[in-house]
């Protein structure tokens, strides 16, 4: 092999294992990005069955998503009127694919099913109401029972 064949060869492998590291590190980078929780929604700890989210966390909405350890899909918070609050896990009831948002419904991408913010089924293939938890709430603090 010449001198000029090796070092082509020597200079395209350092050149592409260069771009794999970028590559990687890109990935690597994006992957980190992604396990993020996006804006607006807020990771509880759940401490003795008690999940504690401070108000200000709603930042005046009137839903917040919160991811816990205890299931993979959210809950959502829905503050109703003074001191009270919904707390519903965002999974479908037909066959637990998580729901999204939408207005002030709860709808399932999978088959459709739609749920209003109490929980209720407001259109099938789903059959029972949302899994709900006891939560209430005073002018700082949600406290939600969540059982374990
Ligand atoms: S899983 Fe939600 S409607 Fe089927």
């Known amino acids: 092999m010449s001198k000029l064949m090796q070092y082509n060869r020597r200079d395209f492998l350092k050149t592409s294992c260069q771009a794999c ?3 990687m590190a890109a990935g690597i980078v994006g ?3 992604a396990c ?3 804006k607006g929604l807020y990771v509880g700890k759940i401490r003795k069955g008690i999940l504690r989210v401070p108000v200000k966390a709603f930042n005046e909405q009137q839903t917040l998503l919160v991811q816990t350890y205890n299931y993979k899909e959210p809950l959502i918070l829905i503050r109703k009127k003074e001191g009270e609050v919904k707390a519903l896990l965002m999974r479908c009831t037909h066959k637990g694919v998580g ?3 939408i207005g002030e419904q709860l709808v399932c991408p999978a088959h459709g099913s739609i749920f209003d913010f109490d ?3 407001l259109q099938s293939p789903a059959g029972e109401a949302l899994t709900s938890f006891p939560a209430v709430a005073d002018e700082k603090t949600v406290l939600v029972k969540i059982e374990q």
């Open 31 to 33: 992957s980190e990005m």
């Open 36 to 38: 993020k929780p996006s």
């Open 99 to 101: 729901l999204e948002k």
């Open 119 to 121: 929980g209720k089924v």
């Open 21 to 23: 590291l970028a590559v």
